[in-house]
């Protein structure tokens, strides 16, 4: 059964779950009905940051134009433009046996493309999670489902994996962002 978490809660993922390294993170969400007249269109993304929580290169931002890390550690498995029908919206696989050295947490984040040209924020967004699930037996592990509490924000730090030693945790972040996809790349040293 899968641990459910709150916000800013951290778990064991590996130290419980001997031999674990292939995963499957998957992000969804709901569209509130509104009028405004454009489609939504939400962008999961990972950022392979280092100690000083930051990428050592643009290569280690990982997303819709960067569907695969260099090492083969962090693979998007595409853009998904419209969010329709049940189940993970958009997915990225993670084998933390390949992730390197350098990289001390991978951080999972959601946000809505062109959102300043269409009005659009997270408050406008419901239902939206964030589980993982061992690619090797579909068991999910940990789900992390957001309230939502944000109005404006039209980026999200959903959740991340870090490092603890030798073992791999979850925090559920939950942390929003105002700017989009351009604060978040600021934020973790990607050029922009």
């Known amino acids: 059964m899968a641990v459910s978490l709150a ?5 064991d993922l590996t130290k419980g779950n001997p031999g674990l390294s292939k995963l ?7 569209v ?16 392979l940051v280092g100690e000083n929580g930051k990428v050592a290169s643009d290569a280690d931002f990982v997303f819709y134009s960067n569907l695969k890390h260099a090492s ?5 498995t595409g853009d998904n433009l419209t969010g329709e029908g049940e189940g993970d919206d958009e997915v990225i696989k993670v084998d933390l046996s390949l992730v390197p050295a350098s990289v001390q947490r991978i951080a999972f984040t959601v946000t809505i493309y062109d959102a300043e040209n269409r009005h ?7 239902n939206a999670y964030i589980h993982i699930i061992d690619q090797n037996t579909g068991t999910e592990l940990i789900r992390y489902d957001l309230g939502e509490d944000f109005s404006i924000e039209t980026a999200i730090v959903v959740g991340e994996l870090y490092r603890n030693g030798a073992e791999w945790k979850f925090n559920a972040v939950g942390a929003g962002w ?7 790349c600021q934020n973790f040293g990607v050029n922009v």
């Open 7 to 11: 916000k800013g809660q951290k778990v």
């Open 24 to 30: 499957i993170v998957g992000l969804g969400w709901d």
């Open 72 to 76: 083969g550690s962090v693979e998007h």
């Open 32 to 47: 509130n009905k509104y009028d405004g007249g454009a489609e939504f269109d939400l962008d999961a993304a990972a950022f």
């Open 120 to 126: 659009q924020n997270f408050g406008q967004v419901s």
């Open 178 to 184: 105002q700017g989009g996809l351009f604060a978040l």
